[in-house]
Structures are given as C-alpha cells and as structure tokens.
C-alpha cells in the first residue's frame, strides 16, 4: 500500500466511494475485510461452543 492511500481516513474512502470512485471502495475492503473476517471466524468458534 502507497504512503498515499495509508494515509486515507475511512472517512474519506467513505466519501470518495459515495462520489463513485471504485478505487476507494477497493482500498476500504481491503482494509477491513481481513479483520472482518478474523473476528467471523472467532464469532463462529463462540457460537458452537468451543
């Protein structure tokens, strides 16, 4: 990831995304979707129990 893009709050991919920029969605999912999806997989483990 570029100094650039490391720089962008979520707020202002947030806004960007709602002008239409692609890009800016593309670096937001990114961003999140490894956290997304660890905390998925720990939710899971919970909700069976284990």
């Given at each position: 990831?570029?100094?650039t893009h490391a720089a962008e709050s979520?707020?202002?991919l947030l806004s960007l995304?709602?002008?239409g920029d692609d890009s800016a969605r593309?670096?937001?999912?990114?961003r999140y979707?490894?956290?997304l999806r660890r905390w998925r997989t720990?939710?899971?483990r919970r909700?069976?129990?284990i």
């Open positions: 990831m570029s100094d979520t707020a202002t995304l709602r002008q593309d670096r937001l999912v990114a979707l490894p956290m720990g939710a899971c909700g069976r129990g």
